[in-house]
Nanobody, 121 residues
């Protein structure tokens, strides 16, 4: 069972920045695609950004140009650098291990507790 621990969230004003971290247990981290997800109040959990083992990334349209996902395989950690934050970015942010299935990419590990990001106007 993979353990995921998110950290780095907090309260910031619109236009501010935060860097989130996700530490993952498991010796196969370097082989895995990882994703950042978020869930806003009253909304479904959605993919924010994804990075594969080769460093190829993709982003939700809503965060392109503002967020950057990266990984440090030696530390079994992925990061989400968040800039130009908007109130609509307010959510609990989660990471997960993503695998390819016939229906597309799917998170497969148990969800961690997430980290709260709150952006004030």
């Amino acid at each position: 069972q993979v353990q995921l621990v998110e950290s780095g969230g907090g309260l910031v004003q619109a236009g501010g920045s935060l860097r989130l971290s996700c530490a993952a247990s498991g010796s196969i981290f370097t082989r895995n695609t990882m994703g950042w997800y978020r869930q806003a109040p009253g909304k479904q959990r959605e993919l924010v950004a994804r990075i594969n083992s080769g460093g190829v990334t993709n982003y939700a349209d809503s965060v392109k140009g503002r967020f950057t996902i990266s990984r440090d395989n030696a530390k079994n950690t992925i990061y989400l650098q968040m800039s130009s934050l908007k109130p609509e970015d307010t959510a609990v942010y989660y990471c997960n291990v993503d695998i390819w299935k016939i229906t597309g990419w799917s998170p497969v590990a148990s969800w961690g507790q997430g980290t709260q990001v709150t952006v004030s106007s």
